[in-house]
């Protein structure tokens, strides 16, 4: 499976006899979890359809972060995050738009690592990019000042009384690259949220992690492919050669996943069962893809 930005996954289904019973696998909950891979890569690829469509250079990234507050006001709002980034996505897409652009925006959520291990406080914050501008000349369709006003009309909105976060809300234009920035910060609040897991608090926990208007994961999961048969075999047959020099594959960076098996004389041995990657932009077409008729008409719905 090919996403926009080229990174791919592709499973190597390989013929493996464990010696060891399988373990039971695990029963995943809806909320309350870490980001998965499907989640982060969703988030990578939204973002740089952003940057691919109008430039890093009119990109804003936001980030919108709690006050201090007493124990009963913080879980009020910790228990309707959702409503809370519900509430602030729609109101700066109605800004974005008052200034003529399109409401595509993406955001992810994450536990303020430094307060909880400081004060042990479960703290979510939201960090979000969105074009800010329809061109380099033209003015900022949402200012510091506004920005700022929007975070306190939200947070007010869900607590029922009115709060201010004076220092809460920030918003800059995207220097570097947005999709850089928004998989640091997906990196950190896996981190924290794995530590308040093992600290029995997960159910203090956002019940999702990320979120993006429609039209953009609409357009990521049209633009997904799924490699042929012999661009599989091609990449299962060479990518040690790969590794050994990247810099002249098709890849930017590639890494195989093993597990362990068991062998009847008690040796342990690493067997490669997935490939993950990312294509060089100027690869792409250097693969084969499987035509539209040949993917099930679940994945097309």
């Known amino acids: 499976m090919l996403y926009p930005n080229g990174e791919f996954t592709l499973g190597l289904s390989l013929s493996v006899k464990p010696h060891k019973p399988p373990q039971a696998s695990l029963i995943r909950e809806r909320g309350n979890k870490p980001q998965t891979t499907y989640s982060k890569r969703m988030v990578r690829n939204c973002v740089a359809r952003l940057e691919q ?99 306190n009309r939200v947070i007010s909105n869900v607590l029922g009384q009115r709060t201010e976060a004076p220092s809460g809300a920030s918003i800059a234009q995207v220097k570097k690259s947005a999709e850089r920035y928004m998989s640091k910060y997906m990196s950190k609040g896996s981190e924290i949220a794995q530590e308040v897991q093992s600290d029995g608090m997960n159910s203090q926990l956002p019940k999702s992690w990320w979120g993006a208007s429609y039209t953009l994961r609409r357009w990521v999961k049209d633009h997904i492919k799924l490699f042929a048969d012999s661009s599989k075999d091609y990449i299962k047959n060479n990518y040690r050669r790969f590794q050994e020099n990247i810099q002249n594959s098709p890849f930017s960076w590639l890494y195989v996943h093993n597990i362990v098996s068991t062998e009847p004389h008690g040796e342990n041995v690493e067997i490669p069962v997935a490939i993950v990657g990312r294509v060089k932009p100027e690869y792409f077409n250097s693969f084969e893809y499987k035509q539209l008729e040949d993917i099930p008409m679940a994945w097309n719905s």
């Open 53 to 151: 469509q109008h430039g890093k250079i009119n990109l804003a990234f936001a980030t919108y972060t709690l006050p201090d507050l007493d124990e009963v006001a913080m879980s009020r709002l910790r228990e309707n995050w959702g409503e809370v980034s519900r509430q602030l996505m729609q109101a700066l897409g109605r800004d974005l738009e008052a200034a003529g652009i399109r409401p595509d925006l993406v955001y992810v959520n994450e536990i303020q690592q430094q307060r909880y291990k400081e004060s042990g406080v479960i703290a979510p914050h939201i960090h979000a990019v969105f074009q800010s501008r329809r061109h380099r000349y033209a003015k900022y369709a949402i200012t510091k000042e506004r920005n700022t006003e929007i975070w």
